[in-house]
Every structure is written in C-alpha cells, then in structure tokens.
C-alpha cells in the first residue's frame, strides 16, 4: 500500500518515538529485501507502539504493510484480517483512495483463498471509488484482478 493520506489532502504527521523511528528503518530494508519473516514480525512490533500512541493514520498503513507481507508470503488467510481492519480505519478516516487499494488487496486475497463472492465485491467497489477519483493505474489493477478471478 503507498502513503495512507487523505484523499486531496495533505499527509498527516505521523507520530514516532525513538524506538519507532529505528522499527521504521529497519522493517522498510527487511520488506524490499524480501526477508518477510522479519518484516512482518517487525511490523507487529510497529502496529503495538502505534496502538499505544492511539495514531489511526499509522496503524491504518502497518495494517496495509502487515497485509501486503502475507501476501508476498502467500499466506492469503493471515492477510485478510489486516487488510479489512486497514479498510475499517481509512474509511473511518475519510480516505476514499487508499481505502480502494485496500479493497483490491483484499478483492486479490478473497481471489486466492478461493472466495470468489467476496473477491469481487470488494474489487467492484474498490473500482467504483478509483474511477471516481480517476486513478487509472490501480484502476487497472483492479481490472486485472477481477480478470484473474
């Protein structure tokens, strides 16, 4: 998932601590490198210290990060879980946009685990929502993954 922003607003600032700070580095390295097993423990860690700093924008993309690592790992039913409570915060936030990358990782997720019902009604809606704002490149994302279904 890119940066959880409000939809043609500015980026919220985000609260770090120290410890937060250094999580932040290291789970960026470990998630591009492909060492999953160490991202996604690292992101836990990052989701409990957001939670106790009570940040929505924050949990809302470790959420979304905790979610694209088990997909990466093909671990399709621990995804799930995440991405629908990253959806739950961005629409509680206002953030139609990435609420919709939300929904076609989960549309792709529904896709994998074999619940095709699921897979495209949470593809539909997420391709409402980007035609909408005219996103073009998750639009065909979507379009793609409704395709695969």
Not at 20 to 48: F, K
Not at 76 to 102: F, H, I, M, Q, V
């Amino acid at each position: 998932m890119a940066s959880v922003a409000p939809s043609g607003g500015a980026a919220p600032s985000l609260q770090q601590t120290p410890k937060s700070r250094s999580i932040t580095t290291t789970v960026v390295l470990a998630h591009n490198q492909g060492d999953y097993a160490t991202a996604r423990a690292l992101y836990v860690e990052a989701l409990a210290l957001a939670r106790d700093l009570d940040d929505p924008w924050r949990i809302a993309l470790l959420l979304g990060n905790l979610g694209s690592v088990a997909q990466a790992q093909q671990d399709y039913s621990a995804a799930s879980a995440p991405l629908e409570e990253c959806l739950a915060l961005l629409l509680e936030l206002g953030d139609k946009r990435n609420g919709a990358t939300a929904l076609i990782s989960l549309g792709s997720v529904y896709g994998k685990i074999g619940d095709t019902t699921m897979a495209r009604t949470r593809l539909s809606l997420g391709l409402e929502v980007l035609r909408q704002t005219g996103d073009r490149y998750f639009s065909a994302a979507a379009l793609a993954a409704c395709g695969s279904l």
